[in-house]
């Protein structure tokens, strides 16, 4: 009885952290999408493309390290939720 409630709680959680990873990766592609759309119309109407290639790479560069930290917290989260359901939950 116990080992079906750790299934289904380890079910759980590897359906929410698959969930968050989609998100984070759509989001992620939105913003992408946003700066692609935003270099095309500033470089037409623009003279100073280095600008909007500086800006461009800071965006690039702050989303990496946001999904870098996402991953990390995830990754500390999962484990302390498998600790908590093996101690809830032994096998």
């Known amino acids: 009885m116990r080992q079906e409630y750790h299934k ?3 079910v759980v959680v590897v ?3 698959v969930v968050v990873i989609v998100v984070v990766v759509i ?3 939105v913003v992408v999408v946003v700066v692609v759309v935003i270099v095309v119309v500033e470089c037409r109407s623009s003279s100073s493309i280095v600008a909007v290639v500086v800006a461009v790479v800071v965006v690039v560069v702050v989303v990496v390290v ?3 930290e996402e991953e990390e917290e995830e ?3 999962e ?3 498998n600790t908590l359901l093996s101690s809830l939950f032994p096998i």
């Open 8 to 10: 289904r709680a380890v």
């Open 66 to 68: 946001e999904k870098e």
């Open 15 to 17: 359906v929410v952290v």
């Open 75 to 77: 990754e500390e989260e």
């Open 79 to 81: 484990e302390e939720e």
């Open 27 to 29: 989001v992620v592609v």
